[in-house]
């Protein structure tokens, strides 16, 4: 993955949404069978990705960084097309989409709660969430479009682990060392709230695909001590590495 200025970004980006393009999208027409506690988890999630990321746009560009403001919006871009994926899902599955839904109005005004680093806080949480998620749908599902949908998903959010992981060490970076550790163990608490949240809210949905709320649990505690300890590295880069698969 990228490891130098966010200029890479721009040009990875840009080359998975040539990639994109170039793909034919899943054959929807075909249709896809899933439990009704899958449907309403999926319901939700999709509400998740269907945001205009306007605030995290906004303080990008007040970042001051031409390249990083341009690999957001990239991202963002990202984002919704897997809120399109999912629509399309939910759509071949005769699922109506929610207009919204309480979980993600919380999670939206805490991310807006202080500056750039928090948003990117809490949105790293729910990557890291979306990452065992997901991967436990396409892991647990029988139906092929699902489990294509839920792969294509999964594979764009390992690679944002990284690219969010290499502004947050910046950001930690600007810290005075002194408080560099209570801004490690927030990510922490944050990570297993989050996680905590989620494992709750979808527990039926995991269970149907023979994922245990534990096991998801333990999941995302790992890969957060991972990157948390990625974020607060000593030097000016940190090999950010994509999450295993």
Known sequence: ???????????????????????????????????????????????????????????????GDAAYSAAVRLFVDEERNHARLLAELLGAAGAPLLDGHWSDGVFVRVRRLLGLRTELMVLMVAELVAVEYYRSLRDGLADPLAREVTDRILRDEQ??????VQRLHQAFGELAPSARPFAHLAWLLLALAGALFVAVDHGPAL????????????????????????????????AAEPLPE
Not at 159 to 164: D, E, G, T
Not at 207 to 223: E, I, N, Q
């Open 1 to 63: 993955m990228p490891g130098g200025g966010f200029g890479e970004w721009v040009a990875a980006f840009e080359a998975e949404r040539a990639r994109r393009e170039w793909i034919a999208d899943p054959e929807w027409e075909r249709g896809v069978e899933l439990p009704a506690v899958v449907v309403r988890s999926l319901q939700k999630f999709q509400v998740g990705e269907n945001g205009d990321g306007a605030n995290l746009r906004a303080k990008a560009e007040q970042a």
């Open 159 to 164: 690679r944002h682990i990284p690219f969010h």
């Open 207 to 238: 269970h149907a695909v023979r994922a245990s709320r534990g096991r998801f649990l333990l999941a995302v505690a790992r890969h957060a001590r991972t990157v948390g300890a990625q974020m607060a590295a000593r030097g000016r880069r940190t």
